[in-house]
């Protein structure tokens, strides 16, 4: 089975402009959960989605967005992009409804904002 | 609101030698999972814990559920090069990642 994919994986913008990332799950796995990843801050979680819902969110600015398609396939959006959003994404799909369930993390998307 | 704090946050230990890093959390935990992150990789899931007291193994690695479910531990028998990493814990409850032990093994 192919892992979780993550794409583009790097990617440098300017402030005040949008991205958008994207997750591919493992196949059949229908969550699919946003993390960034920082030197000062760690792993922190920005939301959660099953089958199309948003099922929990993370304490983020509205500036994070995401959503999910049908066929389990994730988008997170960041608009305005601050300095410091320059992190690494990492998304990470599951079995189960919930992230209490193992998760399957991808190799991440490393954004940089200049 | 919850938090879980992770110990220590840096350690070097020499091949063969024992580590353990601990998860000490404010609140009582439904559940904890342990990840490990390579340098330049992804974490990936080592354990999750559920009951209170509960005590697994896997190999050299030695994972603990507190009896109050406020705390877990990680222990490494005679540490490899190959466990050099970041070791979390996470809480899912809120989501709430502990900041992590970053493992250096010294050959």
């Known amino acids: 089975k192919a892992g979780v994919t993550q794409t583009p994986r790097y990617l440098i913008k300017t402030r005040g402009q949008q991205v958008t990332l994207s997750c591919s799950p493992i196949s059949g796995h229908r969550s699919v959960s946003w993390y960034q990843q920082t030197p000062g801050q760690g792993l922190q979680f920005l939301f959660e989605y099953f089958s199309e819902t948003q099922r929990n969110k993370g304490n983020f600015p509205g500036r994070f967005s995401g959503r999910q398609f049908s066929n389990s396939r994730s988008e997170m959006n960041v608009s305005t992009l601050e300095l410091g959003d320059s992190a690494l994404y990492l998304c990470a799909s599951s079995l189960g409804e919930r992230t209490y369930n193992e998760q399957f993390f991808g190799p991440g998307t490393r954004l940089t904002v200049l | 609101g919850q938090q879980v704090m992770q110990i220590p946050q840096y350690q070097h230990v020499q091949e063969g030698e024992d580590f353990t890093t601990y998860c000490n959390s404010s609140?009582?935990?439904?559940?904890i999972q342990w990840y490990k992150q390579r340098p330049g990789g992804h974490p990936v899931f080592l354990i999750q814990?559920?009951?209170?007291?509960e005590v697994k193994k896997q190999k050299r690695l030695t994972f603990q559920f507190g009896e109050a479910k406020k705390n877990s531990s990680l222990h490494i028998t005679a540490t490899q090069t190959t466990d050099v990493g970041t070791y979390f814990c996470v809480s899912y409850q809120k989501v709430t990642f502990g900041t992590g032990t970053k493992l250096q093994v010294i050959p």
């Open positions: 814990l559920v009951k209170s007291g």
């Open positions: 609140t009582t935990l439904s559940n």
